[in-house]
């Protein structure tokens, strides 16, 4: 079993901040020919100034698409490893270095590269939820958004490794009726919350719909009426005649979701403990303060190895491809 530690929070102060962050960041932000991509998982702060929000596939896309000279990423650390992957003569930033993910973290290089080479025969399907390294082993890089996509254009006869989220393994393994060898990794906040406390909150709320990322265990996706991407899940509430949501991803997705529908009510999944476990230790590293610097300094800055790059860059080509 692979363990996280949790991110430690930098509280170094690198100097005084404007008393406008907003108009600060947009003035750095024409400086600079910057843009800002972020995860739909980010503080609401954040979201509002980003020029652009995704899940991991929309964010791919904007990065791959962008004509900016400067990618500020305010997600964690492998998204921003994706920008610099697909835009190799472009500064990349990231907020903070310690922005990582314990579903990444649950893959080592070294042992990923053993488990491969026991199944010389096996295509690589990777979650875009992974490292570099990972990628660069990997033969197709997949989201939650087209994983069931990506497996279904491969011949039913290829034997398929599937790394590194064994619940989103699952979940498509039971859309496609394909047999896939699994990676065990995970991630720590979809794997927190509670069957219990969610069964009673249809009880207290029977007219709510659950809604759930596939990155959730399998006993608790059975309770959901909908079970997509993030990006899917925001749509699909936009679209539902139903008025109340309980929603089992990290609860940074719904402040789009009252925005884009005010009239309707969401209520965050909670987790087993009484904790703030269902929201993302590391995607809330980066802050409206911390991202401003990282425009003001011009770093922290994204770099890797050009054969890492490289070898990482065709399997996302490739899920590029295979998704439009």
């Known amino acids: 079993m692979f363990t996280t530690a949790l991110p430690q929070q930098d509280k ?64 964690v650390h492998f998204m921003a490893e994706t920008a610099k992957i697909l835009n190799p003569d472009k500064l990349v930033l990231l907020p903070d270095l310690n922005a990582g993910c ?8 070294k042992a990923f590269a053993a488990f491969k080479a026991a199944h010389p025969d096996h295509l690589v399907v990777s979650y875009i939820n992974c490292s570099a390294d990972i990628k660069a082993m990997s033969d197709i890089i997949c989201t939650s958004s087209n994983a069931v996509k990506i497996v279904q254009q ?42 219990k406390k969610i069964v009673q909150l249809k009880i207290t709320h029977p007219q709510a719909e659950v809604i ?30 139903s008025n109340k949501f309980i929603v089992a991803t990290e609860p ?23 904790c703030s476990c269902n929201e993302c230790p590391f995607m809330r590293l980066n802050t ?11 770093t922290p800055e994204i770099t890797m190895a050009e054969e890492i790059r490289m070898a990482a860059w065709e399997p996302i080509q490739r899920m590029l491809e295979m998704s439009s």
Request: one cysteine or more; charged letters at 20%; proline letters at 7%.
């Open 288 to 298: 409206l303060e911390k991202l401003y610097w990282a425009m003001k300094n011009r």
């Open 12 to 75: 170094t102060q690198p100097g005084e901040l404007p008393l406008d962050l907003f108009s600060a960041i947009e003035s750095l932000k024409k400086d600079l020919n910057a843009v800002i991509l972020a995860h739909y998982y980010q503080e609401p702060d954040i979201q509002d100034i980003a020029d652009f929000i995704g899940d991991s596939l929309q964010l791919a896309k904007a990065a791959a698409q962008t004509n900016a000279d400067v990618i500020v990423f305010a997600g």
């Open 102 to 109: 314990s579903l990444a973290d649950s893959c080592p290089p």
């Open 212 to 241: 759930a990322h596939p990155e959730c265990e399998t006993n608790l996706l059975r309770h959901a009426s909908f079970i997509g991407s993030t990006a899917s899940l925001l749509k699909y509430c936009q679209h539902s005649p």
């Open 154 to 195: 491969i011949p039913a006869t290829q034997p398929i490794i599937f790394a590194p989220d064994r619940n989103l393994g699952r979940y498509v393994m039971e859309q496609t009726g394909r047999d896939l060898l699994l990676w065990e990794g995970s991630c720590i906040v979809h794997e927190t919350f509670s069957e």
């Open 252 to 274: 940074g997705i719904i402040h789009q979701m009252q925005k884009l529908a005010p009239h309707k009510q969401f209520i965050a999944a909670p987790p087993i403990n009484n």
